[in-house]
């Protein structure tokens, strides 16, 4: 609940507990990232941490998360790759119900800026959709300058980047700057698919939001992008897959 309400949502079905409150598509992030922290920590990474920017996003949904899951969430590293801009590393989170049976797969794409890679390309990539044609407006999205707190603390995914304005600045951003996943999950939200028919959600990451500000989603039906106030690209190669 706290989830979609930091997302501003109004569909009481995220709110009903009578009924078993419905979740969010991209609500795995917050599980998720509880076991991202151990292997950013790995000796070989842990010096590369600020560096690592979120680069793409590939969630798989085998169902929705559903009120009263107990969810166990495996990390692992399948791809590490050499990119102009640095190391492409692919980390895997696979989340199973109390039954074994899968609920998400999620392949998180994180560029360590400026780092080189030694040997060759090696495991998996993420397949994100050619760009897309054929894209119509949507409508725009009200940032406020307060999001970023909000999401940190309805996702409870915190990195100080997102809220603090000195660390921010000492890591060479402008000014915090709002989570990507933030931004892909209001703009999932202005697709308007039904939640429980979502199956896949792929984008790549193409620039940062600052706050407050104006988003501007636009789709041909499942390809989508995201743009800022001045037109610029902030998630490209955006697809929703359902059925």
């Known amino acids: 609940m706290a989830y979609s309400a930091a997302l501003g949502e109004t569909d009481r079905r995220y709110y009903d507990t009578s ?30 941490f600020p560096r690592l920017v979120h680069a793409e996003h590939d969630l798989v949904l085998h169902r929705l998360p559903r009120e009263g899951d107990r969810l166990a969430t495996r990390a692992s590293i399948v791809g590490i790759h050499k990119r102009k801009p640095g190391a492409f590393v692919v980390f895997r989170f696979e989340s199973t119900d109390a039954d074994g049976k899968p609920v998400s797969t999620t392949d998180f794409g994180a560029l360590y800026r400026g780092v080189d890679v030694e040997g060759a390309d090696r495991g ?23 999001l970023a707190h909000v999401y940190t603390e309805c996702a409870r995914i915190f990195n100080p980047i997102h809220t603090d304005v000195a660390h921010a600045r000492a890591a060479g951003l402008p000014d915090i700057i709002l989570h990507g996943t933030a931004t892909l999950a209001l703009s999932v939200s202005r697709m308007k698919i039904e939640p429980a028919r ?37 998630i490209s190669r955006a697809r929703i897959d359902h059925d």
């Open 19 to 48: 009924k078993g409150v419905l979740a969010h598509p991209l609500f795995p992030v917050c599980f998720e990232w509880p076991v991202s922290l151990p292997i950013r920590q790995i000796p070989a990474l842990r010096e590369f």
């Open 124 to 146: 998996a990539a993420i397949e994100l959709p050619a760009p897309a044609s054929g894209l119509r407006s949507l409508g725009a999205i009200d940032v406020g300058g307060n």
């Open 198 to 234: 979502v199956r896949r959600i792929r984008c790549r990451f193409s620039g940062m939001v600052l706050m407050p500000s104006r988003l501007e989603v636009m789709s041909n039906g499942a390809d989508f992008e995201t743009r800022g106030p001045k037109g610029e690209v902030v």
